[in-house]
């Protein structure tokens, strides 16, 4: 196998050959402000058009020297399209939405023209670009919001949150069974607009929920979805989720994007043989206040482990130092 | 009469939210002290609610249940609070600093602080540095509670800190902060006095800032 990015990242991913290194991959956001002041270009206009949007994923892959291209680099997409209030913010500050349009619980309205609403459009557009400019050369990432982290942004985290608390699983299967068509013609669309990948985040967060509500409540759901959206998905959970890995290889995902507080090694032991493994280089203690050296020991840590891919265990904060997001690249470079 | 406290504890615990109101009524009914059923009962339960939650038994969705029925629990209590009792036990301001909305992490820390007896002032969230300070020279707290879930937002919490200290309040209030990014390293080298890992941890660190058992 020649071992170019494209070749390392889909190998990984279905746990083939190896090449002659681990990929460096970035299944969310690695935009810092040093990347957008080198290219000039900068959030929030890369939220909202198409070409800023791949140029600064492009960016990521020939400055830094990333494996994949991932252009979707806020969560709010989809929110924005079913009727969110957005505030793009600004080359300090990742999006947020400013209300919660169905804090009722009352019936989640999809608009027939969905995908094309301007917000997911741009990403589509974006991975049609980035296609034509590296397809072949670089794994194509996409990303998509699962029912459960749609349902944070319909209804308000915490209102949400609370519903579970009082066992109203009625009405929140109901609302999450409404936002699955939503995630799946994401995917698909994104697919046929050029992903070689793509991500879907479900914020099932091991803190914040128990491995007993995934399994009761989003588990059924992400079966259905990874069997009927065909391209390889790659599940993006953050926080500790030791206590539930099996589970996420259960619901059929290709990958697992997963976070520092689980240990690669265990992670490697658990689910390894049964799905890709693609992280988990520690954000707010090493790549934002860590030294070079700091990333370069996870990274081989996480190398050594048996992780398939490399990358950051989560949206970069926007301050984090390039050369720390370089330093993950060098270490794979150095590699098995 | 420990009987009641003690399914009071239990339903508190468990989130039986429409349950809580019969029973206390029954304990006051039965001529229990209510600074019992406070202490003994309902602030009780919070903290074997905040256990669990730091021991990963339960998570954010039972804790918001459990917090509710506490509360409800206090709303009937608390008018017939009178002398020492009815006094909170300080006060805290608290708030999630400037470019970050989160606040689920906030406001569990504020519903076990009020659980705990104190009294609560909640700035809300994408607080700016000089509203802080406008308010903790208004307010004149005894603790302020700076949350911050982004490692984006966290520089934000130095500046509080910093322009508190050049205001010449920082002897007057002790500070706090935590959130999921924030260590106790990071509240050491900004000049906190201290570093709440969970809400459970945030109620025992209050209490040793200010000085109570």
């Known amino acids: ?9 889909m190998s990984a991913l279905y746990k083939g050959k190896k090449g002659e290194r681990p990929p460096a991959a970035n299944p ?10 080198l290219t000039g270009i900068s959030f929030p206009h890369a939220h909202t058009n198409a070409n800023a ?55 989640i309205k999809v608009p027939d023209d969905l995908l094309e609403k301007p917000s997911m459009r741009v990403v589509l557009d974006a991975l049609s670009i980035l296609r034509r400019h590296v397809g072949g050369k670089a794994a194509v990432i996409g990303k998509v919001m699962g029912p459960w982290t749609l349902a944070y942004h319909m209804a308000g985290t915490q209102n949400f949150l609370l519903q579970v608390g009082l066992g109203e699983n009625e009405m929140i ?74 589970l996420f290889a259960d619901a059929g995902f290709d990958g697992y994007h ?33 030294t070079p050296e700091d990333v370069r020991k996870q990274v081989r840590y996480a190398v050594e482990a048996g992780v398939d891919m490399i990358a950051p265990e989560c949206a970069v904060p926007l301050s984090t130092p390039l050369e720390n997001l370089k330093a993950i690249v060098d270490a794979v470079r150095e590699g098995y | 009469m420990s009987e009641i406290i003690e399914q009071i504890k239990s339903i508190v615990v468990a ?57 409800k629990g206090l709303e009937i209590i ?23 909305l ?21 700035l809300g969230v994408d607080l700016s540095v000089d509203k802080v300070v406008e308010k903790v020279r208004e307010i004149k707290p005894d603790l302020l509670g700076l949350s911050a879930l982004l490692t984006t937002t966290m520089p934000e919490m130095q500046k509080v800190i910093v322009m508190i200290r050049e205001q010449g309040l920082r002897d007057s209030v002790k500070i706090m902060v935590g959130g999921a990014p924030v260590d106790s390293r990071f509240a050491e080298k900004i000049g906190a006095d201290g570093y709440g890992k969970d809400a459970a941890d945030a109620v025992q660190l209050a209490k040793k800032l200010i000085g109570i058992n």
């Open chain 2, 15 to 71: 989130g039986k939210h429409k349950e809580i109101e019969k029973i206390v009524k029954a304990g006051l009914d039965a001529n229990i002290d209510p600074g019992a059923i406070i202490n003994d009962g309902l602030i009780a339960a919070m903290d074997i609610v905040g256990k669990k939650f730091g021991s990963g038994e339960i998570y954010v969705p039972e804790m918001l249940v459990a917090a509710a029925t506490m509360k």
């Open chain 1, 53 to 107: 949007m791949a140029e600064l994923a492009l960016a990521g892959h020939e400055i830094i020297g990333f494996d994949s291209v991932m252009p979707e680099y806020s969560v709010h997409q989809e929110a924005a399209a079913l009727g969110c209030e957005l505030d793009w913010g600004s080359r300090d500050r990742m999006p947020d939405s400013r209300n919660f349009p169905y804090e009722d619980f009352s019936d």
């Open chain 2, 102 to 122: 989160h606040d689920i992490g906030k406001n569990l820390v504020i519903m076990m602080l009020e659980g705990a007896g104190f009294k609560v002032v909640d």
């Open chain 1, 258 to 290: 997963f976070e520092w507080q689980v240990d690669s090694r265990t992670a490697v032991e658990k689910v390894g043989h049964r799905l890709a493994l693609v992280g988990n280089i520690n954000n707010s203690q090493v790549l934002f206040q860590g």
């Open chain 1, 173 to 246: 299967t109901r609302m999450l069974r409404q936002l699955m068509p939503v995630t799946m013609a994401f995917a698909r669309a994104q697919f046929a607009a050029g992903a070689d990948i793509v991500v879907l985040a479900d914020h099932a967060t091991g803190n914040l929920v128990g491995a007993y509500h995934y399994q009761e409540l989003l588990l059924p759901i992400h079966k259905e979805m990874t069997a009927q959206i065909e391209g390889p998905l790659i599940l993006h959970v953050c926080g500790n989720c030791m206590d539930r890995l099996e």
């Open chain 1, 1 to 9: 196998m020649k071992s170019t990015p494209y070749n390392l990242v």
């Open chain 2, 78 to 100: 608390k008018p017939l609070l009178t002398g020492d009792a009815s006094q909170p036990k300080g006060t805290i301001l608290m708030g999630t600093v400037k470019g970050d």
């Open chain 1, 28 to 37: 969310t956001s690695i935009v810092c402000q040093e990347l957008m002041d």
